[in-house]
């Protein structure tokens, strides 16, 4: 939020910030010039930031003492950091902001605390607290870590050899893209909060043989079926999505973070699960260690009813949908063969995704999709065949599924994809578009998403494949599963940057 402050505003400002406060909730102001925002800047808001509930940062005028940059600008600066909520622009004296807002806490640098300090004054009139720090040196890095949430396109390489194969132009693809919107989608499966916990790595144990980490920032996504739920919505379509969760504050997390994005959200409360929540501890953009908090036990039959209720009731109005399953028990091989039956009878095209990275499964089991796309790992588990070919694989796979095209993402080696039209088995492969992933968490749900989609725009495999493909490299290039957006994508293929494979 960006606020004008002169005198005449000023109480209008003040009260427009406390209005945008929950009940309760406090505040912390600091004031500077904000030239540059450098590490020193990020420390000391950090700190203040963890002081209340709300951080308002005030940028001096032009006319203070120092001041080389426009305030414009400086403004600009300090607004684009996460964790500032208000950055306001000071046309008066920090003090008697301060005085019409009454933070709960006025935080400064170190260096002043030995220094007059006008805005003692102000806070102690109304009984606020002014507290003098600098941040911790382990916030240094911070900016590099905001940086982490942000798309890297420049390293996303498309192959041009697989179009000219296929018969396209990647710039068809826009086309396809239009197609997408207004989509009616009905995403069923396992959701998943993911928290991303970025640490310092101070060092290792003198104690025992540990790696020591202090923790600075936690970032929290809506994952697993989810997150394909929102990727839809941001490409243009109507979403309805049903799924199990707890009674707890993840759930309803879940509900707000969806039902902003735009997702019709459908949850179905089980009282013997936690919503699933997976934490990831990260150093140095590397994965350290991963805890899940989740249970596997199949749903009861009386949920199981009321889901099928539900679905069946979307299935009514619905252009395609997405079974998208983690194995945690929301979708029970009898609630599959169900909706899928119902789905088939009304003529709604199908596909899935069935993801046993770290458990048991079989993507096998659902039948009759028009899409799979499995991991390798997954084909071998489905078919409990570790030694064949991925041609074999593909093919056993294919049969036993009775599914129209099969993708198997190969990660960093790309996909290998499959078709069976008119009795003949065809396949291609197309390499990883993305060489520098920062977090390889969601390309699978992207791929999935975008491949499924643009099958039912009707689009042949290839190009559907290949809309997949930019997708998961546009999703691997920033840290957490934040939904994709048309207008990534269309950037995306405008962009000159190809590869042959």
Known sequence: MDQVIDTAQMDLACQTIRASCEPGQTIAFVSGNFNVVHPGHLRLLKFAAEQADVLVVGVNPDSTPGVTLAQDMRLENVRSIAFVHHAVRLEGSASDFISHLKPTVVVKGKEFEDRANPEKEAVDAYGGRLIFSSGELRFASLSLLERDANIDISTVRKPQEFPKRHGFEISNLKDLLRKLSGMRVAVIGDLIIDEYVTCDAVGMSQEDPTIVVTPLMTRTFVGGAGAVAAHAHGLGADVKFFTLVGDDEAARFARNNLEQHGVNFNAFTDQSRPTTRKQ????????????????????????????????????????????????????????????????????????????????????????????????????????????????????????????????????????????????????????????????????????????SMGLRAGADIWQASYLGSLAAALQVSRVGNLPLTTAELVREIDEAGFSQE
């Open 280 to 451: 990831r501890f990260r150093a140095l953009n590397k994965t350290l260690l991963r805890v899940n908090h989740l249970r596997q036990h199949a749903s009861d039959a009386e949920l199981q009813r009321q889901m099928l209720t539900s679905v069946e009731r979307a299935l009514k109005t619905c252009d395609l949908l997405l079974f998208s399953c983690f194995n945690y028990g929301c979708l029970p091989q009898d609630l599959v063969d169900a909706i899928a039956d119902r789905a088939r009878s009304k003529g709604v095209m199908m596909a899935a995704d069935s993801q046993v990275s770290s458990q048991t499964g079989d993507v096998s089991r659902f039948k009759g999709m028009t899409l799979l796309t499995p991991t390798e790992r997954e084909a071998r588990v489905a078919l409990n065949d570790f030694i064949s070919g991925l041609a074999v694989i593909s093919e056993r796979l294919v049969e036993r599924a009775r599914t129209s095209n099969l993708v198997i993402t190969l990660g960093a080696e790309g996909a290998l994809i499959n078709t069976m039209a008119d009795g003949t088995f065809t396949s291609d492969r197309l390499p990883a578009f993305n060489p520098s992933p920062k977090d390889v968490s969601g390309a699978g749900d992207s791929f999935f998403m975008a491949c």
